[in-house]
């Protein structure tokens, strides 16, 4: 499966910022979606997963601020930003992981995922 995110841009300090990802050709059933991002010279970082039967896991830094969602279809997966702020400038990337798991369990870390996505740039500056 090929993978686009797109949304992202420059924001300010305080706006909201709706990223979306999507399968080309294809959608997202019978498959767990995750968000990371990369900020310059560091680690890739999990931000929020959706696993193929709808649990959501949000790492205890995105809490509160970012929120992943999909649509009923399951032609994409959202991820959404409240409250930017400059340390969220990353590119964020979308992930996916085909499976027929029913498991409440979400993967969160990057090689429980094998179809990545090229990534879309996220600026927070005022």
């Known amino acids: 499966v090929q993978l686009q995110a797109s949304g992202g841009g420059l924001v300010k300090p305080g706006d909201s910022l709706k990223l979306t990802c999507v399968a080309s050709g294809g959608t997202f059933i019978n498959y767990h979606v995750g968000w990371f991002r990369q900020a310059p010279g560091k680690e890739p970082e999990f931000v929020a997963g959706?696993?193929?039967?709808?649990?959501?896991y949000h790492p205890n830094p995105m809490k509160g601020r970012f929120t992943i969602s999909r649509d009923r279809a399951k032609t994409a997966v959202y991820l959404q930003m409240n409250s930017a702020n400059p340390e969220d400038t990353a590119v964020y990337y979308c992930a996916a992981q085909q499976t027929t798991d029913s498991e409440p369990y979400v993967p969160r870390r990057r090689n429980e995922y094998t179809y990545w996505g090229k990534g879309t740039q996220v600026t927070v500056s005022s």
């Open positions: 959706i696993n193929r039967v709808g649990n959501t």
